[in-house]
């Protein structure tokens, strides 16, 4: 496959020869289930979109049966910057329904498979996007991430995936899952073109109340050779699996071959991350998702009045996951509830945020695992309680509102890929790609 850089400089002739072989070869990788369909606006290089991002006229429903027939009246800001630039919207990637997993294996057109692993999930939500470029059959593709539903599955399947800053990348068109954690991100194969692409979709937009009205770019700067202070976490690392560990210690030698200084700093246990994302993350889900009622827009199921259509549309049109989350949200925004948890996860996340900035006073980014071991098999995490705890090292980056960037470290003996995420502060993107650079280089990661 060709890389994003490589795609820029082709001429028109050659891209729609290209795009042709493109639907070829994701024709004869059905099985893979990355694609759900393969629209295509415009005649620039090909990108895959991910289900939950608005393109105009194109069917768009978040992986759920409760939008089925629904049609995007508009393009979102995203996809706006996209065509500007040259890029082409190809095909929609599967997700989990809403954004609400970590597996792809609850979405409504069913699950998708590991590229390097036909029995295991692909991670997600992003998992259609990260499946799709890892095996070869997109160029680059758009994810969204709220609790590493971009960083995860980019390691699961062996590729690049970058969650900016909260605000530096449009919302307007994301469906929203927690409207203060999502952010769209780059999901690529390789470092430089999740530069490319980031400095592409980023930016200012007035259409967006949280957006950071900052447009500043990283590529022109980009900068592998800077030495840079990294803090690794060991402490931190203890509770991932073999696998982890030996990438973490692949990737702190090489940081240090490339010249970069490495520290020992701390982190307190992520069971309190765990706990204040998904009262904050489910609180706001469930506020978002009373306008699917079946009567403004989507699939309805009709009853005997208007109450009675609401509930069988809500009932038939959501599944498993999703209701549970709707359900863990009104309870925490419940009257008697209320002050018990959101309020307490609320005080949790300023501590997050700040245990964060401490670190950053003298360090330029953090080193991490992305998450606790490889790619799981189907079923693994069929438990909900197993699925929430393989976001324990991601979900931070989400409360703190901080720029990170998946990378491939290493494979394990059955040839799965072992990913680790670098973290940086607030709206130091550059700082992110020149030491994720730097890294790539000394890792050379062969796919």
Known sequence: ???????????????????????????????????????????????AIKDNIQVKDWSVTSGSSILQGYIAPYNATVIEKMLQAGLSPFGRTNMDEFAMGSTTESSFYGKTQNPHASDRVPGGSSGGSAAAVGAGVAIAALGSDTGGSIRQPAAFCGIVGMKPTYGRVSRYGLGAYASSLDQIGPMTQNVEDAAILYDIISGSDD????????????VPNLDPSRKLTIAVLPKYVQNASEDVKKAYEKAMQALKAA????????????????????ITATAEATTNLARYDGIRYGNR??????????INTRSEGFGDEVKRRILLGNFVLSSGY??????????????????????????????????????????????????YLSDIYSISVNLAGLPALSLPIDKNEQGLPVGLQLIASAYDEQTLFDGALSLEREINYTK
Do not use: C, W
Not at 362 to 380: H, M, Q, R, T, W
């Open 301 to 310: 199921v009709e009853g005997k009045n208007l109450e009675e259509t609401f």
């Open 207 to 218: 259409k967006d109340s949280t957006n950071a009205q900052k447009d500043d770019k990283v």
């Open 338 to 387: 209320y002050e018990a948890y959101y309020v307490k996860a609320q005080k949790t996340r300023h501590i997050i945020k700040d245990e964060y900035a401490k670190i950053f006073e003298n360090v330029d980014l953090i080193l991490s695992p992305i998450a606790p071991g490889v790619a799981p098999k189907f079923g693994e995490l069929s438990n909900p309680m197993d699925m």
């Open 1 to 47: 496959m060709i890389t994003l850089k490589e795609a820029l400089t082709l001429s028109k002739d050659e891209l729609n020869n290209f795009k042709e072989e493109l639907k070829t070869k994701i024709e004869t990788n059905q099985d893979l289930n990355a694609y759900i369909d393969l629209n295509s606006v415009g005649e620039g290089v090909p990108i």
């Open 259 to 278: 010249g970069h200084t490495i520290v020992e700093r701390e982190l307190m246990d992520a069971k309190f991350d765990i706990s204040a994302y998904y």
